[in-house]
């Protein structure tokens, strides 16, 4: 049974990422078509709210949704919509392999901001991966080169430790409030800032590209739930190496829709990312073995 949950779970991961990975080829598509980034971010929360209400209304039921963490889910709109900004950005202002490689430096940062503002414990076999993470971020980049803009790098990078940002205030969030729950309010408490800027750039389309945002919406939405629901099944260090499936579809889309081709820059640092970060994957869970052996072996009182 419990073999049974985890294969869910990766299955789940895997979806997910395929969902990710089309939700951003499609927000490059439809910027082609002339729409707009203010754009794209309203029509994925606008049209991911009935996707989430559905699924929670067929789970836990609407009432899961009431909460008393109001402001908790204020500040994590405020650093989602910010995180977004960049991981949109970064699509649009790079190829789709490469920026999908910048989101591989998101274990780097979580681990940074683990030791420097959490104050974690963190020693030399993570800092070594830290080091050699960001040493394959520079191959990718090539500093001084002009195949990838440093300005789009550095937003690829900013779009990452947003990620990470993220993923410290779920860990927050979560001891009281449930997956679903945080998903609809940040989705619900997005669409007035998000309406506000929207309202600014309104234009008209072609029946295409409003197919095109209104799929930006449905497959992010699906993809967040998949994502949220594969960690029900499956522990972290076993669903997150699914994660750089990803660049398979990044390279597949970017060839197929854009007909551009990762640079050999990119094929040489990505390996060097991905093993950084598989590795502190492994180390986290070395350590919560460790604990859990040394708090089992603990004498009782």
Request: glycine content about 10%.
């Amino acid at each position: 049974m419990q073999s049974d949950r985890i294969f869910t779970g990766l299955g789940l991961r895997l979806f997910a990422i395929l969902c990710m990975s089309t939700m951003s080829a499609l927000i490059k598509l439809a910027e082609t078509r002339g729409a707009t980034l203010a754009e794209t971010m309203f029509h994925r929360q606008l049209w991911a709210v009935p996707v989430v209400t559905g699924w929670i209304a067929m789970g836990p039921g609407l009432r899961s949704i009431r909460t008393k963490r109001f402001g908790a889910h204020l500040s994590r709109t405020a650093v989602g919509l910010t995180g977004m900004v960049f991981t949109f950005g970064a699509v649009l202002l790079l190829p789709l392999a490469e920026a999908t490689t910048f989101q591989f430096t998101v274990p780097i940062f979580a681990t940074l901001m683990g030791a420097l503002v959490l104050k974690e414990p963190t020693g030399w076999h993570r800092w070594g991966a830290v080091m050699v993470g960001f040493l394959g971020v520079l191959i990718v980049a090539q500093p001084g080169s002009t195949h990838i803009p440093l300005f789009g790098a550095v937003v690829g990078l900013l779009a990452a430790l947003f990620v990470a940002i993220v993923a410290i205030l779920l860990r927050q969030i979560g001891t009281t409030e449930s997956a679903g729950t945080t998903v609809f309010w940040f989705s619900v408490l997005s669409l007035p800032p998000l309406g506000i800027a929207y309202a600014f750039q309104v234009q008209a389309h072609d029946a295409g590209t409003w197919a095109i945002l209104v799929a930006i919406g449905v497959v992010g939405g699906f993809g967040q739930l998949a994502l949220t629901g594969s960690l029900r099944f499956a522990p972290v260090s076993v669903v997150v190496p699914m994660d750089y499936s990803s660049l398979v579809w990044g390279t597949l889309y970017g060839w197929l829709i854009f007909a551009a081709w990762p640079t050999p820059y990119t094929w040489i640092g990505a390996p060097v990312i991905i093993g950084s970060g598989l590795y502190i994957v492994w180390r986290e869970r070395v350590r919560r073995v460790e604990r859990t052996v040394a708090a089992s072996d603990a004498p009782v009182s």
